[in-house]
Nanobody
Framework: QVELVESGGGLVQAGGSLRLSCAAT????????MAWFRQAPGKERDFVAG????????SYKDSVKGRFIISRDNAKNTVVLQMNSLKPEDTATYYC?????????????????WGQGTQVTVSS
């Protein structure tokens, strides 16, 4: 049974940091591109960052470039999102997602596996 479990969310002041982790029980995890999405109340689910399984190249939403770093450890079946210089507008529920595509895609419909989400709240 495939499962993605996120952890590391919480409440932080603006300018602070959080580290989100996603533990995946996916057969052949190394052949899945992984991504983080976020969804704020009343808004659509939005691509934040992704990392390809094929070439390990990361991609980021423009508003998080230079602040967030995505990484993966195929030996541990984990994906990490290091979030620095957090802003109140980063407040959302963050979801880990996986796709068998060789490259990450910003469209949620391309992802077949999803975690349950972890809340990130940034206070001003």
């Amino acid at each position: 049974q495939v499962e993605l479990v996120e952890s590391g969310g919480g409440l932080v002041q603006a300018g602070g940091s959080l580290r989100l982790s996603c533990a995946a029980t996916i057969l052949a995890f190394e052949k899945y591109s992984m991504a983080w999405f976020r969804q704020a109340p009343g808004k659509e689910r939005d691509f934040v960052a992704g990392i390809n399984w094929d070439d390990q190249i990361p991609s980021y939403k423009d508003s998080v470039k230079g602040r967030f770093i995505i990484s993966r450890d195929n030996a541990k079946n984990t994906v990490v999102l290091q979030m620095n210089s957090l802003k109140p507008e980063d407040t959302a529920t963050y979801y880990c997602a996986g796709t068998p595509l060789a490259y990450t895609n910003p469209a949620p419909r391309e992802y077949v596996y999803w975690g349950q989400g972890t809340q990130v709240t940034v206070s001003s």
